[in-house]
């Protein structure tokens, strides 16, 4: 067990809906970093928060957002969903700035788009 | 040409084999290279990671890295059916706040 955890595990929702994934990070944990992965691009970084405020974009689509609540956790915002966004969406934290290489990754949520 | 490179597998070996796996990746400015486990439905657990060029042990794990080639690898001894599993390199982005790089994994079987 990572000590990161995910909500809810599973997911299930039609296309155009708006769903929103939970992540609570490590105790001590100051950064999170949201994940796609798909079976054909593999593990696709989207986001980092590090203490509240957005420090890093990757390939994040602008349907999607997310945030970190002072309380540390985060939220990811997915909306208008279509069938290309089932995936599975990891969430990961680590101590800060310059401890990327070691993230630790919570269990994901499934989702699916039908 | 994607940044990181991985023979996604699978590959099967007997029980008690060495395994090698590889990654190739075109950013020279990659400096920290990390290796991933991750068993199926599961999350990445973080296996080690090593700072620029040359070895690194951890038990049965060894991490090696050519920054002359671009080409880190990871080897298994004694490997065992429990290390069945997806292995994945992944790279930080230099400079602060990084954005790390996955390979897309290789899919490992150990047979008993």
């Known amino acids: 067990d990572s000590g990161v955890t995910q909500t809810p595990k599973h997911l299930i929702t039609a296309t155009g809906q708006r769903v929103t994934l939970r992540c609570s990070p490590r105790?001590?944990?100051?950064?999170v970093y949201w994940y796609q992965q798909s079976l054909d691009q593999g593990l696709q970084f989207l986001i980092q928060?590090?203490?509240?405020?957005?420090?890093a974009k990757g390939n994040i689509l602008e349907r999607f957002s997310a945030q970190q609540f002072p309380d540390l956790h985060s939220e990811l915002n997915l909306s208008s969903l279509e069938l290309g966004d089932s995936a599975l969406y990891f969430c990961?934290?680590?101590?800060?700035?310059?401890?990327?290489?070691?993230?630790?990754f919570g269990p994901g949520t499934r989702l699916t788009v039908t | 040409q994607k940044e990181v490179e991985q023979d996604p597998g699978p590959l099967s070996v007997p029980e008690g084999a060495i395994v090698s796996l590889n990654c190739t990746y075109s950013?020279?400015?990659?400096?920290?290279f990390m290796w991933y486990r991750q068993y199926s439905r599961k999350g990445p657990e973080l296996l080690m990671y090593?700072?620029?060029?040359g070895n690194k042990e951890d038990g049965r794990f060894t991490a090696q890295v050519d920054k002359s080639s671009k080409y880190i690898s990871l080897f298994i001894r004694d490997s065992q059916p429990s290390d069945s599993a997806t292995y994945l390199c992944?790279?930080?982005?230099?400079?602060?706040?990084?954005?790390?790089?996955f390979g897309t994994g290789t899919k490992l079987q150990v047979i008993p």
């Open positions: 105790s001590g944990d100051l950064s």
């Open positions: 090593t700072y620029s060029s």
């Open positions: 928060y590090y203490n509240g405020e957005e420090r």
């Open positions: 950013n020279s400015a990659f400096q920290y």
């Open positions: 992944a790279m930080p982005n230099s400079g602060g706040y990084q954005k790390v790089t």
């Open positions: 990961a934290s680590s101590v800060g700035p310059g401890r990327e290489v070691e993230q630790y």
